[in-house]
């Protein structure tokens, strides 16, 4: 099959075996074999992030990476609480609205794009606010590629007795996660991201209790409560619903495949894709948005060059014509595209696809190394 280098944050490059996995003898989901296969899913989600079974378990639901924060946020929010949404990117501001979308009481605490939240700004919320229940962030901002301190954030929220909830959908089974010493009571992700299986499944992993107690709470959702889900498996090893089960297929593949690789790894070899997307940008004059201190080491956001010959869609489909992928940026005011280090690629995949890359730019007659104009900014934030 043609191999395709998805730079895009997710879906990602898969290795063949996943992608074969899918191809099964047909079968009912409701039988015995299959609900055996759900039950080492679960486990093995668990363990990823390095979980004690008996305190944390996964929830799995049918849809993309977005369903797995409607269903925390909708889910484990008791009566007269509010929810703590702490903002500095994309997909925080899509949390922030999903609770405009189901009504729920929050607090939207803004910051840049291109800076990490302040723990003090955090903490005085907490202090002000002594009805906050839940408090949610993103690990890695995947429009920007910035690292949030999530243990440290963790702290701050069960110091102030909320729950905290964590967006890890672009770095889970990619960047080491240890649940327990990460302060996380709920983290999440898809099977197309740093599982590097097909689209249509996602999770939920977290603590037990809490999802016990949320049985009490309000219900918002049907199809996307968590309680719900979790009772089915609990009851009866598999999704109240029906499952994708052809993915289901490959992820048992890519899960089998991931603790081959091991975590360590993995992560060097996401690391090593990683320098060498730096290294390309750089040689060819580009800049990045992010201090390099402060990114997650996944994706990479570029700013447009200040080139009459420049045309993102050009140079993309260039590419895309050759095989690989490129991806728009997600920042308002600034210009930027994307290149992230998710799936079974490695180093030398972009060593090839910046050849490509360049190729395509003298094509353009794109003058390199690129360049900016004079009145660079460091601050075009909103
Ligand atoms: C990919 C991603 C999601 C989910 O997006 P979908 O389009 O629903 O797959 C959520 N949060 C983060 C941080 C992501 O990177």
């Known amino acids: 099959m043609k191999r395709n280098i998805l730079l895009n944050p997710g879906p990602a490059t ?12 047909d079968i009912c989901p409701r039988e015995q074999e299959f609900v055996e296969i759900m039950k080492q899913i679960r486990k093995d989600l668990v363990k990823i992030v390095h979980g004690d079974e008996r305190e944390y378990t996964a929830v799995l639901f049918c849809g993309s990476g977005t369903i797995s924060m409607d269903v925390c946020l909708n889910s484990l929010l008791p009566a007269g609480k509010k929810i703590l949404v702490i903002n500095n990117g994309a997909y925080s501001s899509r949390a922030a609205e999903i609770c405009e979308y189901y009504g729920l ?42 690292l949030n301190p999530i243990r440290e954030i963790g702290a701050l929220a069960h110091a102030y007795g909320a729950i905290f909830v964590v967006d890890t959908t672009s770095t889970y089974a990619m960047r080491p996660i240890n649940i327990k010493n990460d302060n996380i009571d709920f983290c999440m992700a898809s099977a197309q991201k740093g599982l590097m299986a097909m689209t249509g499944i996602s999770f939920v992993v977290g603590k037990r209790t809490i999802i016990e107690q949320s049985k009490t709470y309000p219900k918002r959702s049907y199809y996307c409560n968590l309680y719900m889900q979790y009772h089915y498996f609990e009851a009866h090893g598999e999704m109240h619903f029906t499952p994708p089960v052809q993915t289901v297929y490959a992820m048992r593949q890519a899960i089998k495949e991931y603790f081959a690789e091991g975590e360590q790894k993995k992560w060097e070899r996401h690391t090593r894709v990683f320098e060498a997307l730096h290294k390309g940008i750089e040689r060819l004059g580009f800049q990045n948005i992010i201090k390099r201190d402060w990114q997650a080491g996944l994706v990479v956001t570029v700013k447009y060059p200040d080139d009459p010959n420049w045309s993102f869609s050009a140079i993309h489909d260039y590419c895309y014509k050759r095989g690989f992928t490129i991806y728009p940026g997600k920042i308002n005011n600034t210009e930027t595209f994307r290149l992230c280090a998710l799936g079974a690629i490695d180093q030398s995949d972009i060593e090839t696809f910046f050849e490509v890359f360049e190729a395509g730019l003298r094509e353009m007659e794109v003058s390199l190394p690129v360049h900016y104009g004079l009145e660079e900014q460091t601050d075009e934030r909103e």
């Open 14 to 25: 898969t290795t063949d075996t996943v992608k074969n996995a899918q191809v099964v003898p």
């Open 105 to 146: 009481p929050f607090i939207n605490l803004k910051f840049p794009i291109d800076e990490r939240p302040s723990l003090e700004q955090i903490e005085q919320i907490l202090k002000e606010n002594q009805d906050i229940a839940l408090v949610y962030i993103t690990h890695n901002e995947t429009g920007t590629g910035i």
